[in-house]
């Protein structure tokens, strides 16, 4: 499809384990964000890569959480150790270069810690 | 810390009336976008306002951006069922391409036959 691409659409983990969230952004998007979006909530900026960096990482909650997009294009989202407090949708957006385009998001990945 | 501060944050209105949303922010920036959100749905870019008195208009929506009073509206006219959806406006903190956008709680409108 043309848009931004996220799997899983729903996970449920249990407390204490480890999972990943992929995202497949729209092609030849160079830039690529991940947002996350608690229940009645806006979202929250999490971290952004230009290419295959992380050009900014300041929303990353804590150590716990690290992202990487190793050939420019998917990214995976990986949070170790997961907590209850973790449980929200997980976002991805992707955007072309250039200072006045919108990010376009994907439809998300619930995620529930138990 | 930068707040963005819509409202309002509920709003239900007759088919076929005008409204306006507000969004105010705290600190500069001339890049604003407004969103919409269906229910169990990802977000939709609806506007992208990127300077000091940028106007635009999609159908029944219209948006506009002072950004010298830190303040964007989203005016809905002779609104429609279709409309009811939530509205987040999300103010630009990043530098050159990166969309590090801060968002408001969002407005969840519902529109009434």
């Known amino acids: ?114 | 810390e930068l707040k963005v501060e819509q409202n309002p944050l509920f709003l239900s209105m007759q088919e076929g009336k005008n409204y306006t949303i507000y969004c105010n922010y705290s600190t500069t920036s001339d890049r604003l976008y407004w969103y919409r959100q269906d229910p169990g749905k990802s977000l939709e870019s609806l506007f992208v306002l990127l300077s000091n008195g940028a106007v635009k208009q999609e159908g029944r929506l219209m948006a506009s951006l002072d950004t010298k009073a830190r303040l964007s509206t989203l005016h809905i006219t002779a609104a429609v069922h279709d409309l009811s959806a939530t509205y987040f406006c999300a103010v630009d903190l990043g530098a050159g391409n990166n969309r590090k956008l801060i968002w408001g709680l969002g407005t969840s409108l519902a529109v009434n036959p």
């Not at chain 1, 691409?5 to 991940?34: F, M």
């Open chain 1, 1 to 114: 499809g043309a848009g931004v691409s996220q799997t899983p659409s729903n996970k449920v983990t249990e407390k204490g384990k480890y999972v990943e969230l992929r995202c497949d952004p729209i092609s030849g998007h160079t830039a690529l964000y991940w947002y996350r979006q608690s229940l009645g909530q806006g979202p929250e900026f999490l971290i952004y890569f230009q290419g295959t960096g992380a050009a900014d990482d300041s929303g990353l909650p804590n150590d716990r959480f690290f992202a990487v997009r190793p050939e420019g294009s998917v990214s995976t989202l990986k949070i170790q150790r997961t907590e209850r407090g973790d449980s929200a949708v997980y976002l991805c957006a992707s955007s072309s270069q250039g200072v006045s385009t919108e990010a376009f998001f994907g439809q998300g990945t619930r995620l529930t810690v138990v």
